[in-house]
């Protein structure tokens, strides 16, 4: 037992709020105030955290254990969830640790090719990937420049990305620091490149986080034409002007709608739309969110989702185009919601949809629908 470690992850745990806030941004923030911990160190804390919150209801089902110590941290270091995979004493929404009303709404939306896929990874670590920065230089000048560093390889579907061998602190490496590539999972890169934004047009990423798919957008746009990036979130936008800086896209700036939102009606040639949403497709990397998930807190989202593509309408230009995006595997929030816009505000369907299922060693959940207007 590294007391060291344990000692941490008894002080990490003290803190944390998996009701509120995600785990590895939590734990991202606890590393920099201690910047004492080495990279050994902060793996073992790392990957014990993530263990013990992907079993976490398995664990108290069955060893009655609720927090990480001195006690439990040995339970939980050898703890083999594969040995009650076919308990029958044991429910599966408690085995892959997913409330009930969600787990019976997985069953009855997805196939059950694409169930099982899901299920399947759904405890396993998600594939790390990059995405080249083409403003500064191509996919093979990357994989290069990190040959002494890391090993990346070409991702199969994504021109443009890379897929990593092991998780590394990216954040320290030259090329990093100089903008030739971001972290960005192949599925997402899919969806950025779904928009086909081009050079000299209007582009409004209305959901924009802090950036990753609007910095593909932007070096798609070739640093020419209007990208603006919209959020009600302050921070991620502070983020993403750092994230443009670094990668030299300049061509950006903030759309504030609630100052000049009336000059920009009908102005824009393409919207995305990637919503707020359950984000079923992502909870492998974020395992605190899979017992938050109920069908009630999912049905909210639908309408909160619902209003916001009718802000968003207000700004697209006649005949413009809207690719409507969500990191779920859901129907309720990707087709059902697609045959609602184009019943209410006559969208036309623009060729086939990105859809994605996760499954072992390959991307993120995701699902994309180009839109247009009449």
């Known amino acids: 037992m590294n007391l060291f470690c344990l000692y941490h992850i008894e002080q990490f745990f003290s803190q944390y709020d998996h009701q509120r806030f995600r785990l590895d941004l939590s734990l991202k923030k606890y590393f920099r105030s201690h910047r004492a911990l080495g990279s050994k160190d902060r793996k073992i804390?790392?990957?014990?955290?993530?263990?013990?919150?992907?079993?976490?209801?398995?664990l108290k089902e069955v060893l009655g254990i609720e927090a990480i110590n001195k006690e439990t941290y040995p339970l939980i270091s050898s703890f083999d969830p594969q040995k009650f995979l076919s308990d029958p004493g044991i429910e599966p929404h408690i085995y892959y640790g997913l409330d009930k009303t969600f787990f019976e709404l997985l069953r009855t939306s997805l196939g059950a090719l694409d169930l099982e896929k899901f299920l399947s990874c759904l405890n396993e670590e998600a594939p790390i990937y990059g995405r080249v920065n083409t403003l500064k230089c191509t996919r093979?000048?990357?994989?290069?420049?990190?040959?002494?560093?890391?090993?990346?390889?070409p991702t199969s579907h994504s021109p443009l990305g890379v897929r990593f061998k092991k998780r590394e602190n990216f954040s320290s490496f030259t090329p990093f620091k100089e903008g030739l590539f971001e972290i960005q999972d192949e599925a997402s890169q899919l969806v950025g490149l779904k928009l086909k934004a081009k050079p000299k047009e209007r582009v409004l990423d209305y959901c924009a986080g802090s950036g990753g798919k609007g910095l593909l957008i932007g070096s798609e746009m070739k640093n020419q034409g209007q990208l603006y990036l919209h959020d009600i979130r302050k921070e991620p936008l502070e983020e993403a002007k750092k994230r443009f800086k670094r990668a030299s896209c300049q061509n950006f700036q903030i759309?504030?709608?609630q100052k000049n939102g009336a000059k920009y009606q009908g102005y824009f040639d393409r919207i995305l739309l990637d919503v707020p949403c359950s984000g079923s497709g992502t909870l492998r990397r974020n395992p605190d969110m899979k017992s938050k998930l109920t069908r009630y807190h999912i049905e909210e989202l639908c309408v909160l989702q619902r209003s916001i593509f009718e802000e968003a309408l207000s700004y697209l230009k006649p005949e413009g185009f809207l690719?409507?995006?969500?990191?779920?595997?859901?129907?309720?929030?990707n087709e059902e919601q697609i045959e609602y816009f184009c019943e209410k505000f006559s969208m036309k369907k623009v060729d086939e949809p990105l859809k994605i299922t996760?499954?072992?060693?390959?991307?993120?959940?995701f699902y994309a629908q180009m839109l247009q207007r009449a």
């Open 255 to 257: 759309f504030h709608p």
């Open 140 to 153: 093979e000048e990357l994989i290069e420049k990190l040959k002494h560093l890391t090993l990346a390889v």
């Open 45 to 58: 804390i790392s990957e014990t955290l993530f263990k013990f919150i992907r079993h976490r209801v398995l």
């Open 358 to 365: 996760p499954q072992k060693d390959g991307p993120d959940g």
């Open 323 to 333: 690719l409507w995006a969500t990191c779920s595997v859901l129907p309720i929030e």
